[in-house]
C-alpha cells in the first residue's frame, strides 16, 4: 500500500513538473517593427550611428599600418609585405584591392537610405518631451539636422566610390530583389551632379 502511494506521488510530482515547465516556456519577440524603429527617438538616433560606423577612421587606411600615401610618391611604407606595396608593384586587381570599399560604403548608402525613409519629426515618438517646450524643439531639431547628416554622409561616400570606381549605381531608397537585378551604373556626370547637388543642398542648412 504504501508503495502504490510512492508511485502515486511520483507520478504527480512528474506531470505537475512538466506542466510547470511548459509555462516558463515563453516566446519572446525580440524583433522591433519598421514603426517602432521609426517611432523611437533612440532608434532612429542609432540609425543614423549606423551609417556613420561605416566611415574609416585614422590615416592608417591599409592594414590599420599604412597610409594611402604609401600608394603614391609622396610616401614609402617601410614594412614591404603590406598590401599597400600592391598598388607600388602593380599587382592590385578587382579581387584583391588593398583599398576596396565597394561593400562597405554601399552598405552605409543602404543604411542611410533606410534612415531618410524612416526617420521623419512627424513619425518619432517624443511624448517623452511633451512636459518641456524647449527641449521638445530642440528634439525635434535634431531629428531633423539628422535627415542633412545622413544625406552628407550618403554623397560622401558615393565621393568615395566615385573617385576609386568611376560612375556606380545611384541608389536612393531601399531596393526590392528586383529592383537589384536591373539597377545599372550611372554615368560619372550624372554621380558627380548629384554628389555637387546633395552637398549643397545640405549645406545651407
Given at each position: 500500500?504504501?508503495?502504490?502511494?510512492?508511485?502515486y506521488?511520483?507520478?504527480?510530482?512528474v506531470?505537475?513538473g512538466?506542466?510547470s515547465?511548459?509555462?516558463?516556456d515563453?516566446?519572446?519577440?525580440t524583433?522591433?517593427?519598421?514603426?517602432?524603429?521609426?517611432?523611437?527617438?533612440?532608434n532612429?538616433?542609432?540609425?543614423l550611428?549606423?551609417?556613420y560606423?561605416?566611415?574609416?577612421?585614422?590615416?592608417l587606411?591599409i592594414?590599420n599600418?599604412?597610409?594611402?600615401?604609401?600608394?603614391?610618391?609622396?610616401?614609402e611604407h617601410t614594412n614591404e609585405?603590406n598590401?599597400?606595396?600592391?598598388?607600388?608593384?602593380?599587382s592590385?586587381?578587382?579581387?584583391?584591392?588593398p583599398?576596396?570599399v565597394?561593400?562597405?560604403?554601399?552598405?552605409?548608402i543602404?543604411?542611410?537610405?533606410?534612415?531618410?525613409?524612416?526617420a521623419?519629426p512627424?513619425?518619432?515618438?517624443l511624448?517623452a518631451?511633451?512636459?518641456?517646450?524647449?527641449?521638445?524643439?530642440?528634439?525635434?531639431g535634431?531629428?531633423?539636422?539628422?535627415?542633412?547628416e545622413?544625406?552628407?554622409?550618403?554623397?560622401?561616400f558615393?565621393?568615395?566610390?566615385?573617385?576609386?570606381y568611376?560612375?556606380?549605381?545611384?541608389?536612393?531608397?531601399?531596393?526590392?530583389?528586383?529592383?537589384?537585378s536591373?539597377?545599372q551604373?550611372n554615368?560619372?556626370?550624372?554621380?558627380i551632379?548629384f554628389i555637387a547637388?546633395?552637398?549643397d543642398?545640405t549645406?545651407?542648412?
Amino acid at each position: 500500500m504504501k508503495m502504490k502511494k510512492i508511485k502515486y506521488l511520483l507520478v504527480v510530482l512528474v506531470i505537475a513538473g512538466l506542466f510547470s515547465c511548459n509555462k516558463l516556456d515563453r516566446e519572446l519577440e525580440t524583433d522591433l517593427s519598421q514603426e517602432q524603429i521609426a517611432g523611437s527617438f533612440v532608434n532612429v538616433q542609432n540609425l543614423l550611428n549606423g551609417v556613420y560606423s561605416e566611415s574609416r577612421s585614422g590615416f592608417l587606411e591599409i592594414n590599420n599600418e599604412a597610409m594611402m600615401a604609401s600608394a603614391t610618391d609622396e610616401a614609402e611604407h617601410t614594412n614591404e609585405v603590406n598590401q599597400v606595396q600592391q598598388f607600388n608593384q602593380g599587382s592590385w586587381n578587382a579581387l584583391s584591392n588593398p583599398a576596396d570599399v565597394w561593400g562597405s560604403y554601399f552598405r552605409a548608402i543602404i543604411r542611410a537610405n533606410f534612415f531618410l525613409e524612416n526617420a521623419a519629426p512627424e513619425k518619432v515618438n517624443l511624448d517623452a518631451f511633451k512636459s518641456n517646450p524647449t527641449t521638445l524643439q530642440q528634439k525635434l531639431g535634431e531629428v531633423t539636422r539628422w535627415r542633412y547628416e545622413a544625406r552628407f554622409l550618403r554623397a560622401y561616400f558615393y565621393f568615395e566610390l566615385v573617385k576609386r570606381y568611376g560612375g556606380v549605381p545611384l541608389i536612393t531608397k531601399t531596393l526590392t530583389e528586383a529592383d537589384i537585378s536591373t539597377t545599372q551604373r550611372n554615368s560619372l556626370e550624372q554621380c558627380i551632379k548629384f554628389i555637387a547637388d546633395e552637398c549643397d543642398s545640405t549645406a545651407a542648412v
